[in-house]
Nanobody, 125 residues
Framework: QLQASGGGLVQAGGSLRLSCAAS????????MGWFRQGPGKEREFVAA????????IYRDSVKGRFTISRDNAKNTVYLQMNSLKPEDTAVYYC????????????????????WGQGTQVTVSS
């Protein structure tokens, strides 16, 4: 089970940090990711991290502004969001991808196995 938190209302240029706590075992080969769904839009990839190595990938529009990280001891993944823009407004979801074959990080949400409930991020202009 994944529990996301940290969303809220912030002005453009502000920051938020999202957290996603996982109950149960996260295997070293697993990946965790953040996706978002804006009003009237499809869910889109934001960032992902490999649990053991800490390798990361980002969508282009958040590079340099968002940072994904994890705390292995707390079974928690974070998304630090800086310089927020109104177009970042969305419900943010965390997901976990079980990856026993140790394939590379992916931007495809279809390859994720479990999702959290989502947390709303609203950026006002």
């Amino acid at each position: 089970q994944l529990q996301a938190s940290g969303g809220g209302l912030v002005q453009a240029g502000g920051s938020l940090r999202l957290s996603c706590a996982a109950s149960g075992t996260i295997f070293s080969s697993d990946h965790m990711g953040w996706f978002r769904q804006g009003p009237g839009k499809e869910r889109e990839f934001v960032a992902a991290i490999s649990w053991r190595e800490g390798n990361t990938i980002y969508r282009d529009s958040v590079k340099g502004r968002f940072t994904i990280s994890r705390d292995n001891a707390k079974n928690t993944v974070y998304l630090q969001m800086n310089s927020l823009k109104p177009e970042d407004t969305a419900v943010y979801y965390c997901g976990i991808r079980q990856n026993p074959r140790r394939t590379p990080l992916t931007t495809s949400g279809a390859q994720y196995d479990l999702w959290g409930q989502g947390t709303q991020v609203t950026v006002s202009s």
